[in-house]
């Protein structure tokens, strides 16, 4: 029988409708994996050569090494640093496509695309070193993005990637370096840690995870820049109050769902269904055509435009069940292949865009900067065609939805704040965390997990943190949950926020003319605009000379499951910050690993992992950690 496992009150309400079609939900396929693999759990399975696989006893009856001799610690940490650099280049990847489109479009010029932000571009040239006065916008994009590009063709070892010490304080820069973790090149970085992980190579854990923490550091380098340019190229999110959850699908609309995660699709997509939405007028969608997001895609245009967020990863084919997708469009990064699984059982078109992510069974329309407004077009039209052989029978849309206010960019919040001080934005905060009135700072960061009923834990922490006067800032498919669940509306800080939170967010609120609080927990954007936390983080700490690692901030991902959030979840760590993981990592089968990453790091970077899967434990221990940090800071606690 078909089930869900999921807060989420729609997934109760589709899941049915998967029995009924005969589909496996995510959680039927995860229940016939079970029991899933212990070796696998532990880490302790190497697949890294062919005289395996090999796996360690854990229980020591037997072999305690493989056929090449690596012990545990060396095969954990093995399988764990390919995982950090996965997640770097998947995040790399991403943002070298905003800085190469970013390039092109300054020196050729591209139709679709523009720089929509100067003010942001010139903020982001000033940063990196480059004299604006007499050079055009798109003369300054063309050097933005070479400085960025360089980040991954630098060969001076001696050279640490741009992005790094142009967003990172002096001081956290100073102590990477004596760690060794800062990546001169991002793609070296990634490309070292395949190389020193090949049979025979690199086989002492304590080496081997450092250098995953470069690779890590290498994705932050990657994410930094995708964000920054990004705003550069499509403007820097606003607050702006919009819905979450499936019920922002339309009976009556052509609805488009845009999944993945590059704003250079999403974007170009969100214009054209504007220029055609006549034509699915005259389809008869009377309400014309309605896009929706889904993962970190949804989040980019949820930031930038409004547009509603229809579900986060672990419903994403669920979502196709509601029979009112016409088509779900994708690119990059946590697309299930189920979703062409779900879409031929009906009539939604799944359209794959990326020469490199394809998925058996859909449609693919090629996409590229250079012809962007031409696919975009075919894309949109092929929706609307879709739309046409929508069978209203099986339409089915769970009338969930709650309001969303997002948008809380860096630049947005201290603009909120400056109208509390324009003089000096940053003081009502620091003012709040000095009294104690905030705490501290939690990022929530991460996916969804089947491992974990759906959205509970994040909204689990979230509460407790909440209660206890921890201001909270969300990204990804955490912050999707936060949405769908109402905690991105004034009401959730009347009800969930502590009183002295509740002041300081009415305080700001207030100025900024909400007629009320801001919200209680804050969108800051997708998984890449986690280096948007960095930032606010990084002002915090150099106005008041501090190394990020002293700040009372932590970093929690609750529900994670990929790479780049393992890859995240690293760099914040070796940032300094104390970061709570919800699955157990699958590294519990080397001590040695796990005593590093638990307790070691913290010596070396004052940031350190804590796994737990209990979610209220896990607030206690985070909010045990701002403490001690306070402690440390000479504050009240
Ligand atoms: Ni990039 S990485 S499931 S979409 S947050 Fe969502 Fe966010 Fe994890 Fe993916």
């Not at 269904?273 to 889904?294: F, K, P, Q, R, T």
Request: proline share 5%; with cysteine.
């Amino acid at each position: 029988m078909s089930h869900s496992n999921s807060i989420d009150k729609s997934m109760a309400i589709l899941a049915p409708i998967a029995e009924q079609n005969g589909i496996d939900t995510p959680w039927d396929r995860y229940e016939k994996m079970l029991p899933q693999c212990g070796f696998g759990e532990l880490g302790v399975c190497c697949r890294i050569c062919w005289k395996g696989p090999c796996r360690i006893d854990p229980f020591g009856n037997g072999p305690d090494r493989g056929i090449c001799g690596a012990t545990a610690e060396v095969i954990v940490a093995r399988n764990l640093i390919r995982m950090q650099a996965a997640g770097a280049a998947a995040h790399s990847e991403h943002g070298r496509h905003i800085a190469l489109a970013m390039k092109h479009l300054g020196e050729k010029g591209l139709d679709a695309y523009a720089i929509k932000d100067e003010a942001k571009l010139k903020g982001v040239a000033e940063r990196l070193g480059i004299e604006a006065e007499g050079k055009t916008t798109l003369e300054l994009a063309v050097e933005v993005a070479d400085i960025s590009l360089n980040d991954f063709m630098n060969q001076d070892h001696h050279k640490e990637c741009t992005w790094l010490s142009k967003s990172l304080p002096p001081v956290t820069i100073e102590r990477l370096r004596k760690a060794g973790v800062l990546p001169h090149n991002i793609d070296a970085a990634v490309a070292n840690v395949m190389a020193r992980t090949h049979v025979g190579c690199d086989s002492d854990h304590v080496n081997l995870l450092l250098a995953g923490i470069r690779a890590a550091m290498a994705d932050y380098t990657g994410m930094v820049l995708a964000t920054e340019l990004s705003d550069s190229m499509f403007g820097t999110p606003k607050p702006v109050i919009t819905k979450a959850n499936l019920g922002v699908l339309k009976e009556d609309a052509v609805n488009i769902a845009l999944h993945g995660h590059n704003p250079l699709l999403s974007e170009v997509i969100c214009d054209m269904a504007m220029l055609l939405n006549d034509e699915a007028i005259a389809a008869g969608a009377s309400a014309g055509i309605n896009v929706v997001g889904i993962c970190c895609t949804g989040n980019e245009v949820m930031m930038r435009r409004g547009v509603p967020l229809a579900t986060n990863y672990l419903s994403q084919d669920m979502a196709i069940l509601t029979g009112a997708i016409d088509g779900m469009v994708v690119d990059v990064q946590c697309i299930m292949p189920s979703i062409a699984t779900f879409g031929s059982c009906f009539h939604t078109e799944v359209i794959t865009t990326m020469p490199d992510n394809k998925i058996t069974g859909a449609r693919h329309v090629e996409f590229s900067e250079k012809d962007a407004l031409d696919r975009a077009r075919e894309i949109v039209r092929i929706c609307i065609d879709a739309y046409r052989k929508r069978d209203p029978h099986r339409v089915n849309i769970p009338q969930q939805k709650e309001t969303a206010i997002v948008g809380f960019s860096t630049e947005a919040i201290v603009e909120a704040l400056s109208l509390v001080n324009a003089e000096d934005p940053l003081k009502p905060l620091i003012d709040a965390i000095v009294s104690g009135d905030i705490k501290g700072v939690a990022l929530f960061a991460g996916c969804n997990n089947v491992k974990i009923k759906q959205d509970h834990a994040y909204m689990t922490v979230v509460k407790e943190l909440l209660a206890r006067n921890v201001l909270v800032l969300a990204t990804g498919c955490g912050a999707g949950a936060f949405a769908k669940h109402g905690m991105m509306t004034q009401e959730a800080t009347e009800e969930f926020a502590g009183e002295s939170l509740k002041g300081v967010l009415t305080a700001v609120g207030t100025a900024a003319g909400l007629e009320g609080p801001l919200p209680p927990v804050m969108h800051m954007g997708s998984c890449v605009d986690n280096s948007r936390a960095v930032m606010l983080a990084s002002a915090l700490a150099k106005a008041l000379d501090k190394d990020l690692s002293e700040l009372p901030v932590v970093a929690s991902a609750p529900e994670l499951m990929s790479e780049k959030a393992v890859a995240i979840g690293s760099w914040a760590v070796a940032l300094g910050f104390p970061t709570h993981v919800g699955i157990m990592p699958q590294i519990t089968g080397a001590p040695g690993v796990v005593e590093v990453l638990t307790k070691t790091a913290k010596d070396i970077f004052g940031g350190y992992f804590i796994p737990e899967t209990d979610p209220v434990k896990a607030a206690e221990t985070l909010y045990d950690a701002i403490l001690e940090r306070r402690k440390g800071l000479g504050l009240s606690v």
